[in-house]
C-alpha cells in the first residue's frame, strides 16, 4: 500500500469515527427511545383516556343469537 493510500485510509477512518461519535443523543431517553418529555407526554395522555367513563358496550345489551343450524345437503 502506497503512502497516499494509507493516508487515504486514516483521513477516511478519522472522519467515519468523527461521524459516528456525533450520533449520540443529548436528551436522556427512557427505553423504547423515547424522550423524557415524550414520555412525559404521553403519559399525561394517558392519564386523560384512563379518566374517560368507559362507553357501554353493544356486546352486552345485545342478546346472543342462536347460531344458524347446517343445511342438509
Do not use: I
Not at 468523527?18 to 436528551?27: D, F, N
Not at 394517558?46 to 345437503?73: I, K
Request: hydrophobic share 40%; aromatic share 0%; with cysteine.
Amino acid at each position: 500500500m502506497t503512502k497516499r493510500h494509507k493516508t487515504l485510509r486514516s483521513l477516511g477512518l478519522a472522519a467515519l469515527l468523527s461521524l459516528v461519535s456525533s450520533c449520540g443523543s443529548t436528551e436522556e431517553d427512557k427505553p423504547g427511545g423515547v424522550s423524557l418529555d415524550d414520555a412525559k407526554a404521553l403519559d399525561a395522555a394517558a392519564e386523560m383516556l384512563d379518566a374517560r367513563p368507559l362507553p357501554a358496550l353493544p356486546e352486552a345489551t345485545v342478546p346472543a343469537q342462536d347460531a344458524p343450524s347446517p343445511s342438509a345437503s
